[in-house]
């Protein structure tokens, strides 16, 4: 049983995010503390002069509306928005607050990408603790 579960979100497919929420929910301990992460990618600065001022605050509240939807869901689950590169981001989220397992869901693989996705592969391959992956 895990006591401090990542569960990193991304809200292309709800049905993965609710397979890794299943999955959370069967490996957690009664007490412990589950956090849906979003990693929002950096807009790259020429592109934000032709986007509206408010579409980034926009985007956050619905994200941070969305994560809480899912975070309801689980015993003692919240959600947390945060900026940067997503594999790196999610393993040093995972280390600073002392994670001890990510559920990440994963797509299925192209000739790209042959075992997993790149951020799953990603995490899999450096996180510091127990990777759970969910396809």
Do not use: W
């Not at 397979?19 to 959370?24: C, E, I, K, P, Q």
């Not at 945060?82 to 600073?96: K, N, P, Q």
């Not at 693989?109 to 510091?128: C, E, F, I, K, N």
């Amino acid at each position: 049983m895990y006591h401090k579960i990542l569960v990193p979100v991304s809200f292309d497919d709800d049905a993965k995010i609710s397979a890794a929420l299943d999955v959370a929910r069967a490996l957690s301990a009664p007490e412990a503390e589950i956090t849906l992460l979003h990693v929002m990618e950096h807009i790259p600065a020429y592109a934000m002069h032709y986007m509206p001022l408010d579409l980034s605050e926009a985007t956050r509240e619905g994200l941070m509306a969305e994560l809480a939807r899912f975070a309801a869901q689980v015993p003692n689950g919240h959600g947390v928005l945060v900026e940067g590169h997503a594999g790196r981001t999610i393993l040093d989220y995972a280390e600073e607050h002392g994670k001890d397992c990510i559920i990440i869901a994963s797509h299925r693989p192209g000739m790209a990408d042959y075992l997993l996705g790149s951020t799953a592969a990603q995490v899999v391959r450096h996180a510091a603790c127990a990777v759970m992956v969910v396809r």
